[in-house]
């Protein structure tokens, strides 16, 4: 037996082992440094819970403090670094190795870990790349996640921020790993089962409730005039244009002017049912006013949003919520449903280059992906058929069989701030690649899956291009007064306006005189406020009031 | 802090009874821009401090689309910037002369 089960053997041996520090599942909190030093092991693959918002920082915190003459060389697996623990882990030689996806807060920091040989990256991936790989060649060996309540048994209530959970569990847990988890609250019954029990091996109460990042809300007080003329072109250019109706936004005041602008312009040019009804996103305070005037059908979440609790309780035709009320999110999931159920994404990004290649990296800074390469890219195994994809496809033209295009828009000012041009020759991604010897420079969303650019000069259509030269006149030709801009061919850049590759705003009908703050259906968080009925409650930052 | 200054020949007179025009404001990563009827002889002249050094060049090219666009003349625009963006120089500019002017270009 043991030949074919030295997993399940090895599993029964680190449970023994930490029997004296657990009663039952339940572990106090003073012993969780006794618990993570019996159960793991010298070399161990190890999956910390870190999301984009929810994180079990008092699990990172223990493990960054172990001895690191009994626990060393660990192999950390992980979709967020978010907190300075989360690198902690490697500058005190706890751990060696790196598999992540996303690093934003930390992404100096890491750079700079990496240069000193303290840590090795595996590879930068995708959210679902790297839960991929949980069930191939990256499975933990042990994990440690949070939760919001526990019960004794180990059933696991995680609130609406259930994100990564379901995945790092069922990967660890059905490879006779070790599931460790902190939980906000230990009660006598769960308000509902997200993991079942038997999954769970420990539960500590954490001395303070898991930290959550409110990573998606905008301020409108913070949108421009700019932002509010891209999105009347967003809506009027592209959305109204190819009728889309299930879509991704990224994150970002680009995207907030969008959803703000919704209830305002939209319903000006009678598109209210016609386009962005079926969302993966999540819930964004922005959205509120569109959900309120009936723009929206339904919305799935790859996490929550701090404050968006109640108003997504009180919504359940729109969001998808469990038989107790609140939000069940899952990232996973959403990232397929954006890839494959979505029919458009569209965000901003830091530098694009001639051949449309988008990138948030910078020199320095070691960011990776998250989820925009999964939302932005065409799903080249999606079969079934929408009008916005066929017409996509049919734009595109390849020959041969016919077949459609998932959009994937790029919005960005030519200029960001302190005058640095969002369009480059070459992108910083090259030089970064280099200094930290990555095997491929880090591109957010390759040129040849982006469909359409959008500045405030205009929308390039690089579907209709025909030929790498008119691709990068059409890029030069929404580039504004950046060096990459100023050296268009003006006769070439004319003779695409003239096919409809690029739309300035008078060609699609968009006054930019009315490009207003005037147009956003919400222009503080007090609006929002107002909006929700009082049932959104914004995070104290984000209150002047 | 840096002054530019532009002149452009060869406009469309504006008729003096034209009432000056004040808009944007002096925000960072914004700005003032102020029109006014001046006998210039026909041409368009265009007044910048700014807080930014070293765009002149951006400058003149923003400049110089925003005039074959509107080829006004005896006009004199003063601007007062602190740090905006060529998007924002060309969408205040535009609502500043169409508000002038009582028309678009």
């Known amino acids: ?545 | 802090m840096e002054r530019l200054s532009y002149e452009f020949p060869g406009g469309n007179p504006i008729p003096t009874a034209n009432s000056a025009v004040l808009i944007g404001v002096l925000g960072s990563g914004n700005l003032e821009v102020l029109v006014e009827s001046a006998s210039l002889g026909g041409a368009c002249r265009i007044e910048i401090e700014t807080a930014a050094f070293g765009f002149g060049r951006i400058w003149e090219a923003v400049l110089t689309d925003i005039f074959d666009q509107w080829r006004v003349g005896d006009v004199r625009i003063s601007i007062n910037d602190a740090g905006a963006t060529p998007a924002v120089v060309s969408l205040r500019l535009n609502q500043a002369l169409q508000a002038f002017a009582g028309k678009k270009p």
């Open chain 1, 1 to 545: 037996m043991s030949r074919w089960n030295k997993l399940g053997v090895n599993r029964a041996a680190r449970i023994e082992r930490a029997s004296h520090v657990a009663k039952g599942k339940i572990v106090d909190a003073t012993r969780i440094g006794d618990l993570l030093e019996q159960v793991i092991e010298p070399g161990d693959r190890v999956c910390i819970e870190g999301n984009n918002q929810k994180q079990a920082d008092f699990l990172a915190d223990a493990l960054a403090h172990l001895d690191p003459a009994k626990v060393h060389d660990l192999h950390i697996v992980q979709s967020v670094l978010a907190l300075p623990e989360h690198l902690d882990v490697f500058e005190r030689g706890v751990a060696s190795r790196l598999d992540f996806s996303f690093s934003g807060p930390q992404a100096a920091r890491l750079a700079r870990l990496l240069s000193s040989g303290k840590l090795k990256i595996g590879a930068i991936h995708t959210y679902l790349e790297l839960f991929g790989r949980y069930f191939t060649d990256l499975t933990p060996r042990v994990s440690l996640v949070c939760a919001q309540a526990a019960d004794r048994e180990g059933n696991l209530y995680t609130g609406g921020n259930t994100e990564d959970t379901p995945v790092i569990v069922e990967a660890t847990a059905f490879r006779r790993g070790v599931v460790i988890v902190q939980a906000n609250e230990i009660v006598d019954r769960v308000p509902r089962v997200d993991i079942p029990g038997d999954w769970v091996d420990f539960v500590v109460r954490s001395p303070r409730p898991h930290y959550i990042e409110p990573l998606f809300t905008r301020d409108p007080a913070q949108i421009s005039e700019v932002q509010v003329l891209m999105a009347m072109m967003a809506i009027k250019g592209i959305y109204a244009e190819y009728g889309v109706r299930r879509l991704n936004h990224g994150i970002g005041f680009d995207t907030a002017a969008i959803e703000l602008l919704l209830p305002t312009y939209g319903e000006s040019l009678g598109l209210r049912g016609k386009i962005a009804t079926h969302w993966a996103l999540n819930p964004h305070p922005a959205l509120i006013p569109a959900i309120e005037a009936g723009f929206v059908e339904s919305v799935h979440s790859f996490g929550s949003e701090l404050g968006m609790e109640n108003y997504v309780r009180a919504r359940p035709d729109v969001f998808f919520t469990g038989p107790d009320g609140s939000l069940r999110s899952n990232r996973a999931l959403s990232q397929t449903a954006g890839l494959y159920g979505c029919d458009m994404f569209i965000g901003s990004t830091l530098q694009i280059d001639l051949a449309g290649n988008s990138s948030t990296a910078t020199l320095g800074r070691i960011a990776g992906f998250g989820g925009a390469p999964n939302m932005g890219s065409d799903a080249r195994g999606r079969r079934h058929a929408t009008e916005p994809w066929l017409r996509a496809g049919r734009e595109a033209d390849a020959g041969g069989i016919p077949r459609g295009r998932k959009l994937v828009v790029q919005m960005v000012e030519t200029f960001r701030e302190h005058m640095e041009p969002a369009f480059v020759e070459r992108l910083d991604a090259w030089e970064l690649a280099e200094s930290a010897g990555l095997e491929l420079p880090p591109v957010m969303i390759y040129g040849d899956d982006v469909t359409h650019i959008l500045t405030e000069e205009g929308i390039a259509n690089l579907l209709l291009c025909r030929n790498d030269e008119e691709r990068e006149q059409a890029i030069r030709g929404v580039a504004g007064y950046t060096p990459v801009g100023l050296a268009r061919d003006k006769r070439m850049v004319g003779n695409l306006r003239d096919r409809g590759v690029i739309r300035r705003p008078e060609d699609i009908g968009v006054d930019p005189a009315i490009a207003t703050r005037d147009l956003l259906a919400a222009r503080s968080m007090k609006d929002l406020v107002r909006a929700s009925g009082g049932l959104y409650d914004p995070p104290t930052r984000f209150r002047s009031w």
